[in-house]
Protein backbone atom coordinates (compact mmCIF):
# COMPACT_ATOMS: atom_id res chain seq x y z
CA UNK A 1 0.00 0.00 0.00
CA UNK A 2 1.05 3.47 -0.55
CA UNK A 3 2.36 5.42 2.43
CA UNK A 4 5.23 7.69 2.84
CA UNK A 5 8.54 6.57 4.44
CA UNK A 6 10.79 8.89 6.38
CA UNK A 7 14.37 9.05 6.76
CA UNK A 8 16.26 9.08 8.65
CA UNK A 9 14.28 8.28 11.45
CA UNK A 10 15.48 10.04 14.32
CA UNK A 11 17.73 13.28 13.66
CA UNK A 12 19.53 15.90 16.63
CA UNK A 13 20.69 19.02 16.19
CA UNK A 14 21.44 22.25 17.88
CA UNK A 15 19.15 25.20 17.49
CA UNK A 16 19.51 27.30 15.18
CA UNK A 17 21.08 24.69 12.88
CA UNK A 18 18.64 23.55 9.33
CA UNK A 19 17.08 20.19 9.60
CA UNK A 20 16.36 18.05 6.50
CA UNK A 21 14.12 15.23 6.47
CA UNK A 22 13.38 12.73 3.59
CA UNK A 23 10.35 10.77 1.82
CA UNK A 24 9.70 8.35 -0.62
CA UNK A 25 6.60 6.97 -1.89
CA UNK A 26 5.83 4.50 -4.40
CA UNK A 27 2.87 5.36 -6.52
CA UNK A 28 1.92 8.63 -8.71
CA UNK A 29 0.24 11.03 -6.40
CA UNK A 30 -1.57 14.28 -7.05
CA UNK A 31 -0.09 15.77 -3.82
CA UNK A 32 1.92 15.29 -1.18
CA UNK A 33 1.23 17.05 3.05
CA UNK A 34 3.49 17.01 5.49
CA UNK A 35 2.60 17.37 9.51
CA UNK A 36 4.00 17.29 12.99
CA UNK A 37 3.29 15.50 16.05
CA UNK A 38 4.08 16.69 19.13
CA UNK A 39 4.74 14.78 21.92
CA UNK A 40 1.47 13.58 23.29
CA UNK A 41 -0.74 15.59 20.66
CA UNK A 42 -2.64 14.96 17.61
CA UNK A 43 -0.69 15.86 14.17
CA UNK A 44 -0.45 18.85 12.65
CA UNK A 45 -1.13 20.05 9.06
CA UNK A 46 2.03 21.73 8.14
CA UNK A 47 1.72 22.08 3.92
CA UNK A 48 0.21 20.26 1.26
CA UNK A 49 2.39 20.60 -2.19
CA UNK A 50 0.72 19.44 -5.41
CA UNK A 51 2.32 17.38 -7.86
CA UNK A 52 2.32 20.11 -10.24
CA UNK A 53 4.84 22.13 -7.53
CA UNK A 54 8.41 21.75 -6.92
CA UNK A 55 8.84 23.58 -4.20
CA UNK A 56 6.81 25.25 -1.80
CA UNK A 57 7.52 27.84 1.27
CA UNK A 58 5.24 28.61 4.63
CA UNK A 59 7.40 30.54 6.97
CA UNK A 60 10.82 28.62 8.21
CA UNK A 61 9.50 25.37 6.13
CA UNK A 62 10.41 24.58 2.55
CA UNK A 63 9.30 21.53 1.15
CA UNK A 64 10.69 20.41 -2.15
CA UNK A 65 8.90 17.29 -4.22
CA UNK A 66 10.35 15.57 -7.43
CA UNK A 67 7.96 13.23 -8.95
CA UNK A 68 10.21 11.84 -10.86
CA UNK A 69 12.27 10.22 -8.14
CA UNK A 70 8.91 9.57 -5.94
CA UNK A 71 10.51 11.85 -3.07
CA UNK A 72 9.75 15.17 -1.13
CA UNK A 73 12.20 16.43 1.60
CA UNK A 74 10.83 19.15 4.19
CA UNK A 75 13.41 21.64 5.48
CA UNK A 76 13.07 23.29 8.53
CA UNK A 77 15.50 26.30 8.56
CA UNK A 78 17.17 28.59 11.56
CA UNK A 79 15.12 25.23 14.00
CA UNK A 80 14.28 26.30 17.62
CA UNK A 81 13.35 23.81 20.46
CA UNK A 82 9.69 24.39 19.91
CA UNK A 83 10.01 22.36 16.40
CA UNK A 84 11.22 19.34 18.46
CA UNK A 85 8.49 16.66 17.41
CA UNK A 86 8.29 14.10 15.34
CA UNK A 87 7.23 14.71 11.16
CA UNK A 88 5.58 12.56 8.83
CA UNK A 89 4.98 12.82 5.30
CA UNK A 90 1.36 11.54 4.06
CA UNK A 91 1.24 10.50 0.47
CA UNK A 92 -3.09 9.90 -0.61
CA UNK A 93 -3.42 6.35 -1.18
CA UNK A 94 -4.28 5.39 -5.06
CA UNK A 95 -5.28 8.75 -5.68
CA UNK A 96 -7.92 8.62 -2.88
CA UNK A 97 -8.50 11.00 0.21
CA UNK A 98 -7.23 8.18 2.16
CA UNK A 99 -3.95 8.84 4.27
CA UNK A 100 -1.42 6.51 5.28
CA UNK A 101 1.16 7.60 7.71
CA UNK A 102 4.78 5.94 7.88
CA UNK A 103 6.90 6.15 11.25
CA UNK A 104 8.38 9.65 11.04
CA UNK A 105 11.32 11.36 11.57
CA UNK A 106 11.97 12.12 15.50
CA UNK A 107 13.72 15.72 15.23
CA UNK A 108 15.45 16.97 18.50
CA UNK A 109 16.07 20.73 18.34
CA UNK A 110 19.02 21.33 21.81
CA UNK A 111 19.13 24.39 22.86
CA UNK B 1 -13.91 26.77 15.34
CA UNK B 2 -13.17 24.56 18.11
CA UNK B 3 -11.30 22.18 16.42
CA UNK B 4 -11.79 18.67 16.47
CA UNK B 5 -13.40 17.26 19.66
CA UNK B 6 -12.76 14.64 21.18
CA UNK B 7 -13.62 12.61 24.24
CA UNK B 8 -12.95 11.09 26.34
CA UNK B 9 -9.15 12.42 26.66
CA UNK B 10 -7.95 9.46 28.76
CA UNK B 11 -9.78 5.86 29.20
CA UNK B 12 -9.15 3.27 31.34
CA UNK B 13 -11.13 0.43 31.35
CA UNK B 14 -10.94 -3.31 32.06
CA UNK B 15 -10.24 -5.93 29.52
CA UNK B 16 -14.07 -7.69 28.67
CA UNK B 17 -15.85 -4.05 29.10
CA UNK B 18 -17.82 -1.71 26.07
CA UNK B 19 -15.12 1.14 25.21
CA UNK B 20 -16.76 4.11 23.17
CA UNK B 21 -15.00 7.06 21.91
CA UNK B 22 -16.44 9.81 20.72
CA UNK B 23 -15.79 12.46 17.80
CA UNK B 24 -17.23 16.14 16.99
CA UNK B 25 -15.55 16.98 13.34
CA UNK B 26 -14.95 20.53 12.40
CA UNK B 27 -18.39 21.95 11.05
CA UNK B 28 -18.59 21.87 7.13
CA UNK B 29 -15.68 19.12 6.73
CA UNK B 30 -16.97 16.27 4.36
CA UNK B 31 -14.51 13.36 5.46
CA UNK B 32 -13.81 12.21 8.87
CA UNK B 33 -11.08 9.25 10.27
CA UNK B 34 -10.10 7.36 12.87
CA UNK B 35 -6.32 6.18 13.57
CA UNK B 36 -5.03 4.24 16.35
CA UNK B 37 -1.28 5.61 17.46
CA UNK B 38 0.85 2.44 19.00
CA UNK B 39 5.06 2.57 19.41
CA UNK B 40 4.79 -0.70 17.66
CA UNK B 41 2.67 0.10 14.70
CA UNK B 42 2.69 3.42 14.15
CA UNK B 43 -0.72 5.64 13.05
CA UNK B 44 -3.17 2.88 11.79
CA UNK B 45 -6.05 4.14 9.50
CA UNK B 46 -8.96 2.22 11.38
CA UNK B 47 -12.11 3.37 8.63
CA UNK B 48 -13.01 7.00 7.38
CA UNK B 49 -16.01 8.43 6.39
CA UNK B 50 -17.90 10.75 3.66
CA UNK B 51 -20.83 12.89 4.35
CA UNK B 52 -21.73 10.09 7.08
CA UNK B 53 -21.27 7.32 4.92
CA UNK B 54 -18.60 4.40 5.85
CA UNK B 55 -16.42 4.60 3.18
CA UNK B 56 -13.19 2.10 3.86
CA UNK B 57 -13.02 -0.06 7.28
CA UNK B 58 -10.77 -2.52 6.19
CA UNK B 59 -8.01 -1.51 8.55
CA UNK B 60 -10.70 -2.09 11.56
CA UNK B 61 -8.95 -4.76 13.24
CA UNK B 62 -11.66 -7.25 13.60
CA UNK B 63 -15.80 -7.49 14.34
CA UNK B 64 -14.90 -5.92 18.18
CA UNK B 65 -14.83 -3.16 17.13
CA UNK B 66 -17.01 -0.83 15.25
CA UNK B 67 -17.83 2.43 14.37
CA UNK B 68 -20.71 5.13 13.49
CA UNK B 69 -21.32 8.57 12.16
CA UNK B 70 -25.12 9.36 12.97
CA UNK B 71 -25.30 12.80 11.76
CA UNK B 72 -22.15 15.59 10.00
CA UNK B 73 -21.72 16.67 13.73
CA UNK B 74 -21.01 12.90 15.59
CA UNK B 75 -18.71 9.82 14.93
CA UNK B 76 -18.13 7.10 17.43
CA UNK B 77 -15.79 4.36 17.69
CA UNK B 78 -16.79 1.33 20.37
CA UNK B 79 -14.97 -1.72 21.11
CA UNK B 80 -16.92 -4.15 22.65
CA UNK B 81 -15.28 -6.61 24.40
CA UNK B 82 -12.00 -4.83 25.09
CA UNK B 83 -8.67 -6.38 25.16
CA UNK B 84 -5.16 -4.92 27.06
CA UNK B 85 -3.75 -5.07 23.17
CA UNK B 86 -6.34 -2.27 22.13
CA UNK B 87 -4.42 -0.20 24.49
CA UNK B 88 -3.49 3.09 22.38
CA UNK B 89 -4.28 6.20 21.29
CA UNK B 90 -6.92 6.80 19.48
CA UNK B 91 -7.41 10.08 16.97
CA UNK B 92 -10.08 11.27 14.69
CA UNK B 93 -9.33 13.63 12.42
CA UNK B 94 -11.53 16.14 9.89
CA UNK B 95 -11.27 17.13 6.49
CA UNK B 96 -12.69 19.50 4.23
CA UNK B 97 -12.76 17.88 0.55
CA UNK B 98 -10.65 14.77 -0.80
CA UNK B 99 -7.99 17.14 -1.68
CA UNK B 100 -7.19 18.92 1.96
CA UNK B 101 -5.18 18.81 5.02
CA UNK B 102 -6.57 16.52 8.12
CA UNK B 103 -7.16 18.45 11.17
CA UNK B 104 -6.44 16.02 14.31
CA UNK B 105 -7.94 16.27 17.80
CA UNK B 106 -6.13 15.70 20.67
CA UNK B 107 -6.86 11.83 21.01
CA UNK B 108 -7.92 9.36 23.22
CA UNK B 109 -5.16 7.61 25.58
CA UNK B 110 -7.15 3.96 26.00
CA UNK B 111 -5.54 1.92 28.71
CA UNK B 112 -7.34 -1.55 29.06
CA UNK B 113 -6.11 -3.70 31.61
Known amino acids: SQQGEEDPQALSIQEGENATMNCSYK?????LQWYRQNSGRGLVHLIL?????REKHSGRLRVTLDTSKKSSSLLITASRAADTASYFC???????????FGKGTKLTVNP | DAGVIQSPRHEVTEMGQEVTLRCKPI?????LFWYRQTMMRGLELLIY????????DSGMPEDRFSAKMPNASFSNLKIQPSEPRDSAVYFC???????????FGSGTRLTVV
Open chain 2, 27 to 31: SGHDY
Open chain 2, 93 to 103: ASSLDRAGGYT
Open chain 1, 90 to 100: APPQGGSEKLV
Open chain 1, 49 to 53: IRSNE
Open chain 1, 27 to 31: TSINN
Open chain 2, 49 to 56: FNNNVPID
